[in-house]
């Protein structure tokens, strides 16, 4: 159901918009969790190691897919606040021909390069085989990938945040069941839980798009619509472009770091995957709100209501190192079995605890912080600010103290470079939210 987001109470508004985006995101991480898990019991740290530095190319390809679906959502979201059925339309057709030639390129290029890639992250030797395989089957999935995005990008314009939770659900349950059934049932090892991922994406898409069909929301669209002018390209890579380059640099960056990890043996390397997957959980929060924050702002600047967007960054702000503070502290309490629920190696456990006591603490609150204004700034358009954000926390900070730390220290100090490197993005964050220059952008 589409919502109006420039009316009513922020912090309602905000909060019933942000809830189902946070267990979407639970969600949609559940199914690579699993492969994780499943992958692990049956296949050992080798299986484990294998999918987390896969993951971490899966992670930029689907940071180039959420780029495309970002511009798309927020230009549906300044069309829905600004009244305008026709601008809507043309938004929606130009997202989708767009999806479809990303899709393309990320495919073929994905396929290309995916070997030598991980090679060059040094996936230790019994671990090579089982990557490229896992990585070759998902990038033939990527058109799926775009088409679930675009889609959910679309309702999260429009303000419905509750139907692309249900259809992560689908996916889940797809999910879980066929790797129990291609994993462990049949013994496909990583080609099976690669299959799996496919298979649960493909079924959630045609779900999404059968949806959008059957309520109506695609009515109007005609052939024309799907040959987007210059003005609407320019208007969506505006926002797309910078925030997929946002997103594959934060991505690479982790990528280029699982290497460093990976050089440490495989212990090390499983233990570096299983904590990034579980900062990835405690993180969820913060995207969930950012993602509406996100929203909130394009319909409200598509309406002429700057004061109101402001409100929404920083109610966001509290909601937002609220919820990280609890997922922090219970990571904090648990550290040990969580690690073990992956890995039930020592050594793989001594060396994940090792990473969450450092990298999943305090450095959230500063997370949190530039995560949330790199949302405002995507909503009201200015996702260049976003995009070096990005540049200063993921390459700047990130590389350069993982290399500096990194040699000095081991392990640990790629750990601590990971919990320092939002700090000075989150102050730049401030500075450009209190000079208030964005207030004066009108809608795109």
Request: proline share 4%; with cysteine.
């Amino acid at each position: 159901m589409t919502s109006d987001l420039t009316t009513g109470s922020v912090p309602k508004r905000l909060f019933r918009f942000a809830l189902p985006l946070l267990f979407a995101n639970v969600l949609q991480s559940l199914y690579q969790l699993v492969d994780m898990l499943v992958v692990g019991r049956f296949l050992g740290s080798p299986g484990l190691a294998a999918v987390s530095s896969a993951a971490m190319l899966c992670y930029v390809i689907t940071s180039l897919c959420s780029g495309a679906a970002t511009g798309g959502s927020v230009l549906v979201a300044q069309r829905q606040g600004a009244g305008d059925p026709e601008g809507l339309r043309r938004v929606i057709g130009a997202l989708f021909t767009l999806s479809g030639l990303i899709a393309l390129a990320v495919t073929a290029l994905g396929l290309l390069t995916c070997g030598p890639i991980l090679r060059a992250m040094h996936v230790p030797g019994e671990a090579l085989a089982l990557a490229h395989g896992y990585l070759l089957v998902i990038c033939g999935g990527t058109f799926f990938v775009l088409g679930y995005n675009a889609v959910c990008g679309v309702l999260r314009g429009l303000g419905d945040s509750v139907s692309p939770l249900l259809f992560v659900a689908l996916a889940t349950a797809v999910n879980v069941a066929l790797d129990l059934l291609l994993v462990g049932a049949l013994g496909l090892g990583t080609v099976g839980a690669a299959l799996a991922t496919v298979c649960s994406q493909a079924v959630s898409c045609l779900a999404a798009l059968r949806f959008c069909f059957r309520r109506g929301l695609f009515s109007g669209l005609q052939p024309r619509h799907f040959l987007p002018g210059r003005a609407l390209s320019i208007a969506l890579l505006r926002i797309g472009l910078p925030t997929a380059v946002q997103l594959s640099v934060v991505n690479l960056s982790y990528l280029l770091v699982t290497g460093w990890f990976n050089l440490h043996g495989t212990a090390a390397a499983a233990a570096a995957g299983v904590g990034l997957k579980v900062n990835t959980f405690a993180a969820m929060p913060c995207w969930a709100v950012g993602m509406a924050v996100t929203t909130m702002a394009g319909q409200c600047m598509g309406a002429g209501d700057p004061d109101r967007a402001a409100g929404a960054l920083r109610w966001g702000l509290h909601l937002s190192l609220a919820l990280c503070a609890g997922t922090v502290a219970l990571v904090q309490l648990f550290a040990e079995p969580i690690v073990a629920l992956f890995d039930p190696n020592p050594a793989v456990v001594a060396a994940g605890v090792t990473y969450l006591r450092i990298c999943c603490s305090v450095n959230f609150a500063f997370y949190a912080a530039m995560y949330l204004f790199d949302s405002l700034a995507t909503g009201v358009g200015a996702a260049g600010l976003a995009m070096g954000n990005a540049m200063l926390h993921s390459v700047v900070m990130r590389l350069a103290l993982s290399w500096w730390l990194g040699g000095a220290l081991g392990f640990s100090g790629l750990c601590w470079a990971e919990m320092l490197a939002p700090i000075p993005s989150a102050l730049l964050g401030l500075l450009w939210f209190r000079l208030g220059r964005w207030r004066r952008r009108g809608p795109l």
